[in-house]
């Protein structure tokens, strides 16, 4: 359970640039505004997180999302 909120804020973080930026901040008061609650560890745990690597693996994610969507879009176009 402790490792499903983590990776719950850090997939929020790596997705949305704005609460990545709040969670590098405050990470304690960033997760509670998501409605996540977090322990001392878990806090202390992303006081380490590269947010620089983070932010680049989000906009890997939304780069392959976004060629989905036009590989989509142009498959129906073909049909």
Same mark, same amino acid.
């Given at each position: 359970? !402790?490792?499903?909120?983590?990776? *719950?804020?850090?997939?929020?973080?790596? /997705?949305?640039? =704005?609460?990545? $930026? #709040? +969670? %590098? !901040?405050?990470?304690?008061?960033? *997760?509670?505004?998501?409605?996540?609650? /977090?322990?001392? =560890?878990?806090? $202390? #745990? +992303? %006081?380490?997180?590269?947010?620089?690597?983070?932010?680049?693996?989000?906009?890997?994610?939304?780069?392959?999302?976004?060629?989905?969507?036009?590989?989509?879009?142009?498959?129906?176009?073909?049909?």
């Amino acid at each position: 359970m !402790a490792q499903d909120v983590l990776l *719950a804020v850090l997939g929020k973080a790596a /997705l949305d640039p =704005a609460f990545l $930026d #709040q +969670l %590098k !901040a405050d990470p304690e008061a960033a *997760a509670k505004a998501a409605g996540l609650e /977090l322990t001392q =560890a878990q806090i $202390d #745990q +992303l %006081k380490k997180v590269n947010f620089a690597g983070l932010r680049d693996f989000g906009k890997q994610i939304e780069a392959k999302k976004l060629a989905a969507t036009v590989d989509k879009v142009d498959g129906e176009r073909r049909s």
